[in-house]
């Protein structure tokens, strides 16, 4: 029975079609699936270490691929004091929430030492 979930796992992932980002979050989770149930056979049912150790090694690649991808997937937040700056500034502009993280990635608020000062 582990021998045929992983199997069908992996008919699954390769079943999902490629179209977006969000299918490929989907595509590497079952990939990450059929290598810990083909990890769990191979120790299990066909008692082969190096099945089991090849498995392992595909099983932490893809689990650092799929984390990789579902990083970059992840939607960038904005802190709420920036929101209304985004709103104001940068989104009539037609510029992306990940853009104006970036350009906000290294400034710094400096407070002005007189009334009025212009910086």
Request: proline fraction near 7%; glycine fraction near 2%; hydrophobic fraction near 50%.
């Amino acid at each position: 029975p582990v021998y045929l979930t992983a199997n069908l796992l992996l008919a699954v992932g390769l079943l999902v079609p490629q179209s977006s980002p969000s299918c490929s979050v989907v595509l590497r989770l079952f990939l990450t699936l059929f290598h810990v149930a083909s990890c769990t056979w191979a120790l299990i049912d066909l008692c082969s270490i190096p099945v089991f150790c090849w498995h392992a090694v595909l099983l932490f690649v893809s689990l650092a691929k799929f984390s990789e991808i579902l990083w970059r997937c992840w939607p960038s937040s904005i802190p709420p004091n920036v929101m209304e700056l985004y709103s104001d500034v940068f989104l009539p502009l037609g510029v992306s929430k990940e853009d104006m993280m970036l350009l906000l990635r290294d400034s710094r608020i400096e407070d002005l030492k007189e009334e009025g000062a212009i910086w």
